[in-house]
Nanobody, 118 residues
Framework: QLRLVESGGGLVQPGGSLRLSCATSGFSLGYYGVGWFRQAPGKEREAVSC????????NYADSVKGRFTMSRDVAKNTVYLQMNSLRPEDTAVYYCNIPLIRGYAANWGQGTQVTVSS
């Protein structure tokens, strides 16, 4: 069974940093690309970033380019999202999943809450 579990969220001041982790099981990171997504209160879930199955390509939403960096550790079956220069508008629940052409390969997890506030 494909499973992804998010962690690392918290409360941070504007301009601060957090590193989110996505622990995966039931599949190889070399087989699927993985994406980070977020959902702010009252808004739809949106894609934040993704990393290819080879690990050689990453893509970011315009709103986070230059501030967020996605990486992975294949040996640990874990994907990361380093978030720098955080802004209040980055406040959301962050999720990871495997995007497919249609839908997602895994059930959505609980996510991890990121709150950016002074």
């Amino acid at each position: 069974q494909l499973r992804l579990v998010e962690s690392g969220g918290g409360l941070v001041q504007p301009g601060g940093s957090l590193r989110l982790s996505c622990a995966t099981s039931g599949f190889s990171l070399g087989y699927y690309g993985v994406g980070w997504f977020r959902q702010a209160p009252g808004k739809e879930r949106e894609a934040v970033s993704c990393i290819s199955s080879s690990g050689g390509s990453t893509n970011y939403a315009d709103s986070v380019k230059g501030r967020f960096t996605m990486s992975r550790d294949v040996a640990k079956n874990t994907v990361y999202l380093q978030m720098n220069s955080l802004r209040p508008e980055d406040t959301a629940v962050y999720y990871c999943n495997i995007p497919l052409i249609r839908g997602y390969a895994a059930n959505w997890g609980q996510g991890t809450q990121v709150t950016v506030s002074s």
